[in-house]
């Protein structure tokens, strides 16, 4: 195969992966409801999990990062095919992981309105730095233990993937490729967080609950 085919497809197949609606069709499936106009209005796993059920939204989780995963999983064995693997092709299996975030954000599927991207921009880092699992989880449920507050937790949690790039794989082209893509959901999450201010009427009610079920 040659080079720019090989670019094409793990662009396009990146895309079509990222763009899978999960929680779309698992809201469908559950209830027969458009996940996007319930909760946080939000096509993501933490808004199915509170809609749809704990093991649906878990599931919905398990596809998002999958999707990540997959993006890049799939450019590295594109590589494969090539008679020569070039050094730059690291640059693919991250632009790769990248499109698969957009294409979560805006799928083809449901006329480009998607979720924020978290779990497939976790899934995406986490193929180049598997360290980051379980440093994550366990940042992660710390956050929680504190916060109470789901979305918080794991968002916070992403922010520890550019310094486990740098210091347990001291790889600079990790570290940029992880604070790009975690800014890609976090970006998308801003209006959502003076959305909760407002309801909530305090930073403080943002970012600490009495307990996991109080949301608005």
Same mark, same amino acid.
């Given at each position: 195969?040659?080079?720019? @085919?090989?670019?094409?497809?793990?662009?396009?197949?990146?895309?079509? @992966?990222?763009? @899978?609606?999960?929680?779309?069709?698992?809201?469908?499936?559950?209830?027969?409801?458009?996940?996007?106009?319930?909760?946080?209005?939000?096509?993501?796993?933490?808004?199915?999990?509170?809609?749809?059920? =704990?093991?649906?939204?878990?599931?919905?989780?398990?596809?998002?990062?999958? %999707?990540?995963?997959?993006?890049?999983?799939?450019?590295?064995?594109?590589? %494969?095919?090539?008679?020569?693997?070039?050094?730059?092709?690291?640059?693919? #299996?991250? !632009?790769?992981?990248?499109? !698969?975030?957009?294409?979560?954000?805006?799928?083809?599927?449901?006329?480009? +309105?998607?979720? +924020?991207?978290?779990?497939?921009?976790?899934?995406?880092?986490?193929? =180049?730095?598997?360290?980051?699992?379980?440093?994550?989880?366990?940042?992660? !449920?710390?956050?929680?233990?504190?916060?109470?507050? &789901?979305?918080?937790?794991?968002?916070? !949690?992403?922010?520890?993937? &550019?310094?486990?790039?740098?210091?347990?794989?001291?790889?600079?082209?990790?570290?940029? =490729?992880?604070?790009?893509?975690? @800014?890609?959901?976090?970006? +998308?999450?801003?209006?959502?967080?003076? #959305?909760?201010?407002?309801?909530?009427?305090?930073?403080?009610?943002? =970012?600490?609950? +009495?307990?996991?079920?109080?949301?608005?």
């Amino acid at each position: 195969m040659s080079q720019p @085919l090989a670019i094409v497809i793990a662009i396009i197949a990146a895309y079509l @992966l990222g763009s @899978l609606p999960s929680a779309y069709v698992m809201g469908q499936l559950r209830k027969g409801l458009d996940i996007r106009t319930v909760g946080s209005h939000n096509m993501g796993a933490m808004n199915s999990i509170y809609n749809l059920g =704990f093991i649906y939204g878990v599931i919905v989780l398990i596809c998002d990062i999958g %999707k990540g995963l997959a993006a890049v999983a799939l450019a590295h064995l594109l590589s %494969k095919t090539l008679s020569a693997t070039p050094d730059w092709w690291i640059y693919i #299996e991250m !632009a790769a992981g990248a499109i !698969a975030v957009l294409g979560h954000n805006y799928p083809v599927w449901l006329k480009f +309105k998607g979720g +924020k991207g978290g779990a497939t921009a976790i899934g995406a880092v986490l193929y =180049f730095i598997p360290w980051g699992w379980p440093i994550g989880i366990c940042v992660f !449920a710390v956050l929680l233990a504190i916060t109470r507050v &789901p979305t918080i937790s794991y968002g916070i !949690a992403m922010v520890s993937f &550019p310094f486990i790039s740098w210091l347990i794989y001291n790889n600079g082209r990790y570290v940029i =490729f992880s604070i790009l893509v975690v @800014l890609m959901p976090f970006i +998308k999450y801003i209006p959502r967080l003076f #959305e909760m201010r407002r309801k909530g009427g305090s930073w403080k009610r943002v =970012f600490t609950r +009495k307990s996991i079920k109080d949301r608005f």
